[in-house]
């Protein structure tokens, strides 16, 4: 007897929105961890994304928050009650709808904070108060460091995606946010994969949970068809446009290990007639939601995300997916592909393997337990690249007889072969003897050179000065032409002679002489007069350079 939504004693306002989904019977994960979270008991759930994972938690939350639901315009009567972390805005957004959609029926206030936007409407709004908050918990800390919600009244408390969480490394905020809630509280904890770390993680939040294990640890679901091509690692990006084009795919989602790979790569499929647009962290909120809005509503055809950034994306009916460059962690394979073959419908998931992923791919098939099938396209593959390198080498090399030069150009004949033997050439033909050379005419001996003759050092330093002085720009003569101003052009410096040393007219001293400190006795002037008698040194130097005091 298969289960249905009504035997799990879901209510009616859940049961109406469920019908106007077209949903009729719960998926593995939703028949098990409904009736556990109704309860009341902590629940561990693995499933795989694509599973109804977020409906097999949204919906026994919102009955069990039911009774609080009030229509009421007051704050206080919508305190926050049950908290959901998620790692990624996509994710959160995702989750936020879920509420909203399974929720409208009933009177409560669902409301989604993440980072990257401005934070003072998402202040606003908490303040009017919100009973379901859906949160990333970098954002929260900043909302609760600003006192602007409360979280006192948690009576649920969600954790999604738990191992990415532990990969990005929040467990330190998620255990700071733990610290604001009340001890006693209900705690759910839901991963798409389910590995040693989860369980260990789970035993510090969760008290004696129910495990709800719906598919295999680490496999993907049964419905996605898996096949690689090898290929060289340059050309990954025609053979990506050569399948779209070919096989006329119109949802593609296509994974790129970098944010600037993927920028580019989405570059390089538009200038190939393919509309495609890139997702990742660095890319505004806003051009992130209009992203994802137009690949939902195929006016964009190749969406290339980073693993963070697809996280949480709820596509439905993806029909393919592409490992462009594969991931170094092989849990994240999974969580890749999951993005098709949900709720029934049938995926492919395409990787792209170059030489350098081999040992990626060996990893992720010794996860899952499964070879991958390995597919080829003439021209782009790395077989028939060789083959087209080995035949272009055979093109280049010579293949005919002559006297010139052989090599791998071929130049001037080819009698002297390429590198390249082949078993199945053509016969060389043999080389033609050369010629002998004319001999050339003997060189005229050349004439002996007289050595110089040694200069004596006084001519060479003479003839040196002489050169020097011919060199020297001539001096304008007095009276030389005039210029254009009008004036005569005069050196003036030519007729100034160096002004006469000084002469003591008194004494007599001649100053071109050396100085004798005896000085002799001066000379009578003309006229018979008697010059005064002066004594020592000082006698000896005139008035005009004596010093004064």
Not at 24 to 50: F, K, M, N, W, Y
Not at 382 to 401: L, Q
Not at 407 to 417: D, L, T, V, W
Request: hydrophobic share 35%.
């Amino acid at each position: 007897m298969s289960t249905t939504f009504e035997s799990l004693g879901l209510l009616p306002e859940l049961l109406r929105a469920i019908a106007e989904q077209g949903y009729t019977e719960p998926t593995p994960i939703q028949a098990q961890a409904i009736p556990v979270v109704l309860s009341g008991r902590d629940l561990l759930g693995a499933a795989q994304t694509g599973t109804g994972k977020t409906a097999g938690f949204t919906l026994p939350l919102l009955q069990r928050l039911a009774p609080f639901a009030s229509k009421s315009f007051s704050p206080a009567m919508h305190p926050v009650r049950a908290l959901i972390l998620t790692p990624t805005r996509e994710l959160a957004i995702q989750v936020h709808e879920s509420v909203r959609t399974y929720g409208k029926h009933i009177p409560l206030k669902p409301f989604c904070v993440y980072g990257g936007v401005n934070i003072n409407p998402q202040i606003t709004e908490l303040r009017k108060g919100v009973e379901i908050l859906v949160a990333t918990p970098g954002r929260l800390l900043d909302l609760t460091g600003q006192k602007a919600v409360d979280l006192r009244q948690v009576q649920v408390l969600i954790l999604d995606e738990a191992d990415r969480m532990l990969d990005m490394g929040f467990i330190p905020d998620i255990k700071r946010i733990i610290s604001l809630l009340p001890p006693i509280r209900q705690n759910l904890l839901f991963s798409a994969t389910f590995s040693d770390e989860i369980r260990r993680l789970s035993a510090q939040f969760l008290r004696d949970p129910a495990t709800v294990e719906v598919a295999r640890r680490n496999t993907p679901a049964e419905l996605v068809t898996q096949y690689a091509y090898q290929v060289d690692a340059a050309k990954k990006r025609p053979l990506l446009a050569h399948l779209v084009k070919t096989h006329d795919w119109s949802q593609v989602l296509v994974f790129c290990k970098t944010k600037h790979g993927a920028n580019r790569l989405a570059s390089q499929l538009i200038r190939d007639g393919i509309n495609a647009d890139a997702i990742h962290g660095n890319k505004a909120q806003n051009a992130r939601i209009r992203s994802l809005e137009g690949f939902k509503n195929n006016t964009v055809r190749v969406l290339v995300a980073t693993d963070i950034a697809a996280r949480g994306l709820d596509i439905e009916a993806l029909p393919h997916v592409v490992n462009f460059d594969l991931p170094h962690v092989p849990e994240d394979y999974v969580h890749r592909i999951g993005r098709t073959g949900r709720a029934g419908m049938e995926g492919e998931a395409i990787s792209f393997i170059s030489s350098e992923d081999r040992p990626l791919m060996s990893a992720i098939e010794n996860l899952i337990k499964k070879k991958i099938d390995r597919r080829e396209v003439p021209g782009l593959s790395e077989s028939s690249i060789r083959e087209n390198m080995v035949e272009s080498r055979e093109e280049r090399a010579p293949r005919g007889g002559g006297g010139g030069r052989g090599g791998r150009s071929g130049r001037g004949g080819g009698g002297g072969g390429g590198r390249s033997q082949q078993p199945q050439r053509e016969a060389q033909k043999p080389r033609e003897p050369q010629q002998p050379r004319e001999p050339r005419p003997p060189r005229e001996p050349q004439q002996a050179r007289d050595p110089q003759q040694a200069r004596d050092p006084q001519q060479q330093r003479e003839s040196q000065r002489e050169a020097q002085s011919q060199r020297r720009e001539p001096r304008k003569p007095q009276g030389a032409s005039k210029p254009q101003g009008g004036r005569e052009y005069r050196d003036n410096r030519s007729d100034r002679s160096p002004p006469p040393r000084p002469r003591d007219s008194g004494g007599g001293i001649d100053f071109s002489k050396p100085y004798e400190p005896a000085a002799t006795a001066a000379s009578e002037p003309a006229g018979g007069e008697t010059a005064p008698k002066r004594r020592g040194p000082a006698a000896a130097v005139p008035a005009l350079f004596r010093r004064k005091g």
